[in-house]
């Protein structure tokens, strides 16, 4: 039924205008990307499952570590976080409330992370980074 939905609206549109066109480019970056996935896997450009998909990732994440200049690693970024879109719209996440409840458990766990340190007399700049991620590990019990 998605793919008969796109094809008339291609049809509204007019042969010469991208199905993509009247995505607003306004859009948060994470959420254009999942709409535009969405809408060419509506019309068959889509892997046949999710599989296909995290292989795709690992290729990316591959291609990133590989990557020399500043210029190649953004470019790669960018299809990593392109690809990890496609495996959360797969899986009818919404990447945009996904990344800001993942922002929210950060912001929660270090400043308890801070907390713990005032409390303790404790300079957290002044701690070698096994010692932080020691109090990252507690405060990941402690607030979730």
Same mark, same amino acid.
């Given at each position: $039924?998605?793919?008969?939905?796109?094809?008339?609206?291609? %049809? !509204?549109?007019?042969?010469?205008?991208?199905?993509?066109?009247?995505?607003? /480019?306004? $859009?948060?970056?994470?959420?254009?990307?999942? !709409?535009?996935?969405?809408?060419?896997?509506?019309?068959?450009?889509?892997? #046949?499952?999710?599989?296909?998909?995290?292989? /795709?990732?690992?290729?990316?994440?591959?291609?990133? &570590?590989?990557?020399?200049?500043?210029?190649?690693?953004?470019? !790669?970024?960018?299809?990593?976080?392109?690809?990890?879109?496609?495996?959360?719209?797969?899986?009818?996440?919404?990447?945009?409330?996904?990344?800001? !409840?993942?922002?929210?458990?950060?912001?929660?766990?270090?400043?308890? $992370? =801070? =907390?713990?340190?005032? &409390?303790?007399?404790?300079?957290?700049?002044? $701690?070698?980074?096994? %010692?932080?991620?020691?109090?990252?590990?507690?405060? #990941? #019990? =402690?607030?979730?």
């Amino acid at each position: $039924m998605a793919h008969n939905w796109e094809v008339l609206k291609q %049809e !509204e549109r007019g042969a010469d205008t991208s199905l993509l066109d009247s995505v607003p /480019k306004e $859009m948060p970056a994470l959420g254009y990307s999942q !709409e535009v996935q969405r809408r060419v896997a509506e019309v068959g450009f889509d892997w #046949k499952n999710i599989d296909g998909v995290i292989d /795709k990732l690992a290729e990316e994440v591959n291609e990133f &570590k590989q990557a020399d200049s500043q210029e190649q690693k953004e470019s !790669e970024f960018g299809d990593l976080l392109f690809t990890l879109a496609n495996v959360v719209r797969r899986l009818g996440i919404d990447s945009e409330a996904a990344l800001r !409840e993942a922002n929210r458990r950060f912001y929660r766990r270090f400043t308890f $992370m =801070e =907390e713990l340190c005032r &409390k303790r007399g404790l300079s957290f700049d002044k $701690m070698s980074f096994d %010692e932080q991620n020691a109090l990252w590990e507690e405060a #990941k #019990k =402690e607030v979730g």
